[in-house]
């Protein structure tokens, strides 16, 4: 809308008393509003009233301080011609000139939603609302539209205070590995139909490169992976420049990549597919990789590339540099997003595949933030802000401002490119503790099965649009405006617009063909998109048998352990030593110390977390102890080769500790 009243008189101002008088009314009226609602609860600035309010306001604000400065510099200008000082009032009355030209260009000024040149809407879209159970798009998969979801509230600690100094969630004392480690596990065979590990990762791999048309085959000694994390707080001032150790400050405890899960998948790629650790990049190469997180994965795989942005080798890091010829062509072709294309990091290029690691997450610009905004960190310019442009909510102080359906998207281009989204070897989403705003603590779902705890889930798919539309239905449900959250970022209108065009043609803007290489060849479907049924049964379309789109499959308390936390360390002298020797054949030692007496259970378990054997449960003295496992189970037979667990619990008045050791049978 325009700032002005049109009354048929000349457009360049405000014509009579009674316009000037409501243009005034109605500047005073909405700033008054917009500063008493936004101010209490900044959230409230996506809502539609506030998005009307805030043209109005903006041009009424601009319209005073260009009258005042006018005024203002009018006035001087007099003063300065009766002391004879002519120059300065020649100069002063410059100024006022150009203040009152610039409150008369403002009053006519644009608002915010007529900055850029949007492309027309299509002309029949195929998605366009809310609506339940309508998938559209091509579904991808061994099993096309599978999302797996492993949910178990053992892998984190309920009592944890994440934005306290010393109770990080990203401390190992707030994480379960075993846990975190057997979900992962329970979701690659899940998602593959597969009875281990190693048949599930040879099953995406083939699946992987069928696709890219390089044949039925596995992964090749040499190739290179890049695991992609979410760095979003490692900027400057959160980090200790003489080591990368978290500073306590406001934006200690942000949500991102849970340093457990990385370690997760490192060890399947090492142990399971067997890929050279020199062959593996770790990290967020916009950013930092933090002290606690590099000695989390050092300590067991020091020969992995560790990418900094700024530093080397120095720091036990290989500093990232741009791609001498990969690039990223933006599809309006700087119609919205107008700094023209973009260089991206040379491991981009040089990896054969790339595992993209978001946090699940509400977002202040995009709505949401999952596997394509994470890439909003893959280019080499210094910040990303010049790609909100293609968001729903642009910098303008976070107002939506791009709402909607059938607008140009960059999240589609950063999906389809085919050196970033191109190269995901399938889709791990970290929900383990998710959160309502990018640069926010993690905070508590209300939302059953989660009833006011962590998420603590895993997500896994091979259907990038499938993962995306899953993760935005639990983000939209949990942050409706009166669930107790900050934000409710995810209900902006148009959030999941992005994946509506992913999914197909049909919802692309007129005139705009999605082609983020400039190759002449516009992308094909990325996916299939569609909403569930309700939050409660959280039912799509091939759940219910009703169509081709989604599968979301469920895996509840995956490993079947349950653990407790006391919310400190476990007292000096408590400890499971690795056992010996690792591998083993004929039988392993087991070794524990206890500091002081309780009540043990040692107990040995597959890598479903099943339970194979209990070598020991009872009362135990302080002291060292040591017990042998020979490779049976509890009924005598023999245990085929492949990875299980050792598993200690201690229980000392009011406190249990656990712990886990991973062991290695060869028959």
């Known amino acids: 809308m325009q700032h002005k009243i049109e009354s048929g008189q000349d457009a360049g101002g405000i014509g009579t008393v009674w316009q000037r008088l409501v243009f005034l009314l109605f500047g005073v009226g909405s700033t008054l509003w917009f500063l008493v609602r936004v101010i209490p609860k900044p959230s409230r600035a ?29 006035r001087k200008a007099r003063l300065q011609l009766r002391q004879a000082r002519y120059g300065l009032a020649l100069l002063l009355g410059s100024a006022a000139l150009f203040f009152l030209l610039f409150t008369i260009v403002a009053d006519e000024a644009p608002s915010q939603a007529g900055e850029v040149a949007e492309f027309p809407l299509p002309a029949q879209a195929s998605l366009t609302d809310q609506t339940p159970n309508r998938p559209v798009g091509l579904a991808r998969g061994i099993f096309p539209g599978r999302v797996v979801w492993v949910h178990d509230p053992a892998a984190t600690n309920e009592n944890a205070k994440p934005a306290l100094y010393g109770s990080g969630w990203f401390l190992s004392k707030n994480n379960s590995q075993y846990v975190i480690d057997n979900m992962f596990s329970a979701a690659l065979r899940s998602l593959t139909g597969d009875g281990s590990d190693r048949e599930a990762w040879e099953s995406v791999f083939r699946f992987y490169n069928r696709k890219r048309g390089l044949g039925d085959r596995g992964y090749q000694s040499g190739e290179k992976i890049l695991i992609k994390t979410n760095a979003t707080s490692s900027w400057g001032g959160n980090y200790s420049t003489s080591d990368l150790s978290a500073m306590f400050n406001a934006n200690y405890g942000i949500s991102e990549t849970s ?28 950013k930092h990789i933090y002290k606690h997180c590099y000695e989390l994965w050092y300590a067991e795989f020091p020969q992995v590339n560790y990418l900094d942005h700024d530093y080397g080798a120095e720091k036990g890091r290989l500093k990232v540099v741009p791609s001498s010829s990969a690039s990223l062509v933006y599809s309006d072709r700087g119609r919205i997003i107008s ?22 997450k509400g977002h202040k610009h995009a709505g949401v933030t999952m ?11 210094s910040n990303a802000n010049h790609l909100h442009k293609g ?4 910098e303008q102080g976070g107002v939506v ?32 503790w998710s959160s309502d705003y990018e640069i926010g603590p993690p905070v508590k779902f209300r939302m059953p099965p989660f009833n006011d705890d962590w998420t603590s889930s895993l997500f896994l798919s091979l259907d990038p649009v ?16 009166n669930s107790g959250h900050t934000y409710s970022f995810p209900r902006m209108t148009g959030a999941d617009d992005y994946l509506h065009q992913a999914a197909s043609s049909d919802n692309w803007p007129s005139g705009l063909s999605y082609d983020p290489e400039n190759d002449g060849t516009p992308i094909a479907s990325l996916g299939v998109h569609e909403h569930w049924n309700n939050s409660v049964d959280k039912q799509y379309s091939r759940n219910l048998g009703t169509g081709e789109g989604i599968e979301l499959v469920r895996i509840a308390s995956g490993t079947g352990v349950e653990l407790t936390w006391d919310g400190e360390h476990a007292p000096a002298g408590f400890a499971l030593l690795p056992s010996y020797p690792n591998p083993f054949n004929a039988s392993a030692t087991l070794i524990f110390q206890l500091a002081l007496p309780g009540e043990v259970e040692l107990t040995i378990h597959d890598i479903t977390g099943r339970r194979i054997v209990t070598l020991f449960s009872g009362s135990r003295e302080a002291g060292e102890c040591r017990l042998n496992w020979d490779g049976r189970s509890l009924d005598g037979t023999s245990m085929p080769s492949g990875t299980y667990f050792c598993r200690l619990q ?18």
């Open 371 to 381: 596997f394509a905004k994470n890439h909003f960190g893959s280019h080499t310019r």
């Open 46 to 74: 996506a809502y539609p009233c506030m998005r009307a309010a805030a043209p109005i306001a903006s041009g009424f604000v601009v319209y005073l301080i260009g009258l005042g400065a006018s005024v203002t510099a009018f």
């Open 466 to 481: 499938a993962i995306e539309s899953v993760g935005y239905d639990f983000l939209f449900t949990e942050m409706e405006p």
């Open 391 to 394: 968001l729903v909510a642009t």
């Open 401 to 432: 401002n791009r709402g909607g359906y059938g607008l140009y998207r960059v999240q589609v281009d950063l999906m389809s490119h085919k050196v970033l989204g191109g190269k995901n070897l399938f889709y791990l989403m970290d929900a383990l």
């Open 339 to 360: 700094t023209g294309p973009d260089r991206i990091y040379k491991i981009f290029d040089e990896a054969s595949y790339m595992i993209n690691i978001p946090t699940l």
């Open 259 to 286: 340093p457990q899960l990385v370690l997760s998948v490192l060890r399947h790629l090492v142990r399971t597919v067997g890929v050279a650790q020199k062959d593996i990049y770790v990290g967020d190469p916009m």
């Open 650 to 667: 201690v229980r000392q008045q009011d406190a249990v500790y656990t712990a886990s050791r991973r062991m290695a049978l060869v028959r």
